[in-house]
């Protein structure tokens, strides 16, 4: 039996996935998904990837790109998630900072870890899987949700170190932790037309289970098998022990949510930004994470170019230190994005 499926194995196409990390690009309230041209855009997020991000991007944003955050110096991309704040029991706010995950390269500068799959974690299911093109983008979860979506949309309590992945839960964690990940799993299925539409979502269809598990294929209407794109981002929560009681609920909320939510309206956008064929090239090859770097088949760069990739400030306005409301909520109840 090993060896039959051994053979089918290599007559297939090749299983490949990539996993790497990229520092903070900038902090800012910016959404050139959702709220295009929007200065500023109603909440704060944390944006990893190309410098060509800006306000509004079209066209194709690879060709764009002078740096980036990422370990792949040819991914422009721009990846990003709304911001964690603690929000202390006078009434005050603080930004978390975003930690290092593990397995990247020492001395990122926060930001996240971003997965390009196959099928699940390691293996492609014997398919094709296509690269997205130029001005595609996509959104995955909602800040107006009032649900649970456990489709891939998850946070997990850091304990003792930044290794731990289980459980995996659909709410913030109730109890202290070292730190909480929060964990987006990007639709896989496409409907090959469409490089965006009126929600950012309806142009995808959502297979993701679990923990980078097979979802299941493709339905007709969106039959066209993309890489399966997620986030990891680390917050720092364990600096904040001291100043809350366990007895009085979760104090973290995300930075379009003052009403402390558990957290079902965490989302987070995708803007496609790799140069050329290089996605293709990477998910038509055979490599793995860390082995893809150094040419096979993606150039990469060290930590130091990655950290110092930067983008302007296009909204002024204080997001560090103590604040009386989140950035966007001036006071009073914020506007929520429609989708
Ligand atoms: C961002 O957009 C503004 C307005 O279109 C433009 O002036 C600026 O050069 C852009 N910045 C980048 C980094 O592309
Ligand atoms: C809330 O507590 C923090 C931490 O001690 C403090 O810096 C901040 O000024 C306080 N805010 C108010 C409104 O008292």
């Not at 390269?105 to 971003?114: L, R």
């Not at 093109?133 to 891939?152: A, C, E, I, L, Q």
Request: proline share 6%; glycine share 10%.
């Amino acid at each position: 039996m090993k060896t039959l499926s051994l053979a089918f194995a290599l007559a297939a196409p090749a299983q490949a996935a990539l996993r790497f990390g990229c520092s903070t690009l900038t902090i800012q309230r910016l959404d050139p998904v959702v709220e295009p041209g929007n200065v500023p855009s109603a909440h704060l997020h944390q944006i990893v990837g190309g410098n060509a991000f800006n306000a509004s991007m079209d066209g194709d944003v690879g060709e764009r790109g002078a740096c980036t955050t990422c370990t792949f110096s040819e991914d422009f991309s721009n990846y990003w998630t709304a911001v964690m704040f603690f929000k202390h029991k006078n009434g005050s706010y603080h930004k978390v900072d975003i930690v290092q995950n593990t397995a990247l390269p020492n001395g990122i500068n926060g930001g996240m870890t971003v997965y390009y799959t196959q099928q699940d974690f390691s293996s492609n299911g014997k398919q094709k899987i296509t690269a997205f093109k130029p001005g595609f983008r996509m959104v995955v979860g909602s800040p107006t949700s009032t649900k649970r979506y456990g489709n891939g949309l998850k946070f997990v309590c850091l304990k003792g170190n930044k290794g731990t992945r289980f459980p995996e839960l659909d709410v913030f964690p109730a109890e202290k932790c070292n730190g909480i990940m929060t964990v987006h799993h990007f639709p896989a299925c496409w409907d090959g037309k469409n490089l965006d539409s009126p929600d950012h979502q309806s142009h995808m269809y959502n297979t993701v289970k679990e923990a980078f598990q097979n979802g299941g294929p493709c339905p007709s209407s969106h039959p066209v098998r993309v890489a399966q794109v997620a986030y990891e981002t680390l917050w720092d929560t364990g600096k904040f022990d001291g100043m809350w009681d366990a007895k009085d609920g979760n104090p973290f909320v995300l930075s379009y949510d003052t009403a402390g939510s558990p957290g079902y309206g965490t989302h987070a956008d995708y803007l496609f930004g790799w140069k050329g064929d290089s996605l293709q090239r990477a998910m038509d090859s055979s490599c793995m994470f860390n082995a893809c770097e150094n040419g096979r088949p993606l150039k990469s760069q060290a930590v130091s170019p990655m950290n110092k990739c930067t983008v302007n400030k296009m909204v002024n306005e204080q997001i560090d230190g103590w604040l009386d409301a989140m950035p966007g909520q001036k006071g009073h109840a914020m506007k929520h994005r429609k989708q």
